[in-house]
């Protein structure tokens, strides 16, 4: 017997530059990432579709609040996801608590209006990037924080932490730290599937096996990675300085999605 999986008319993202889309390219000009894709897959049950993405790289938890869950709470939709507090424990210092206390304050917001809530457990950093080892108790205690905020809200928790196919470099940008085409594909999957809708595909599964490169070749890539975006991003923070500043959302209101 074949079960209905759920639909939605309205879809509204919330967040930072992973619910943004960097760094998938949409090939009309900027970026496209999980969310727009997720947006193609329930506009097939939903030709009317309107989807608003308030999401802008770089924000803080805090940030999110402020500036975009009275927007987006506004706008009433169906679905809504929220995603963010990443980039607040991979600074230097960090209030923990603060965290998760803003970040339940804007789920519970975001509930209020009656639309079905989707929170992310984010993928695990320390598997990829052995300098943000030191940052796992921090990591460990959001994850865990976004699970008891969910089962409060009685929202979706899609589980990004677990999966090791996100150890790949390939899931990633050559900035290591935003999802790579690939790696945006497999969260709207992983999405999607946690929503109800049908699998089309299995988005756990490791990337075929690449070939090693060559030591020289690893040091030149880092070599490169730092110069270009590592060191631009610590003048960023020193100063205090994102790269979201004075940056609009790509979709700040609710429209037909194409």
């Known amino acids: ?35 727009d894709l997720l947006a193609d897959r329930l506009a097939v049950d939903t030709p009317t579709l309107r989807y608003a993405n ?15 869950v009275d927007a987006a709470a ?45 929170l992310f457990r984010s993928t695990d950093p320390t598997r990829r990037l052995r300098s943000s080892a030191r940052l796992m108790p921090r990591i460990e205690r959001l994850v865990a924080f976004v699970d008891a905020v969910g089962a409060r809200y009685d929202a ?12 790949d470099p390939r899931m990633w940008a050559d900035d290591r730290l935003h999802l790579s085409t690939e790696g945006h594909r497999r969260v709207a999957e992983a999405t999607a599937q946690a929503l109800g809708l049908p699998a089309e595909f299995d988005w756990r599964a ?31 923070r020193a100063t205090g300085r994102s790269s979201g500043d004075g940056r609009a959302p790509k979709r700040a209101e609710l429209t037909r999605w194409h």
């Open 74 to 118: 506004a706008l009433g939709g169906e679905l809504i996801t929220l995603a963010g507090g990443l980039n607040d424990v991979l600074r230097p210092r960090c209030d923990v608590d603060a965290v998760c206390t803003v970040f339940e304050q804007a789920a519970g917001k975001l509930a209020a209006g009656g639309g079905h809530l989707v």
């Open 156 to 167: 979706t928790v899609v589980d990004l932490f677990t999966a090791r196919a996100f150890d």
């Open 1 to 35: 017997m074949h079960t209905p999986h759920p639909t939605f008319a309205t879809f509204v993202a919330v967040g930072d530059s992973f619910t943004e889309g960097m760094s998938d390219p949409d090939p009309a000009g900027g970026y496209r990432g999980w969310a």
């Open 206 to 236: 490791l990337l075929p096996p690449a070939p090693a490169p060559r030591w020289a070749d690893r040091r030149r890539a880092d070599a490169r990675w730092a110069r270009t975006h590592l060191g631009p991003w610590l003048a960023r």
């Open 54 to 68: 308030l999401a802008v790289r770089g924000k803080l938890i805090r940030q999110i609040a402020d500036e975009q």
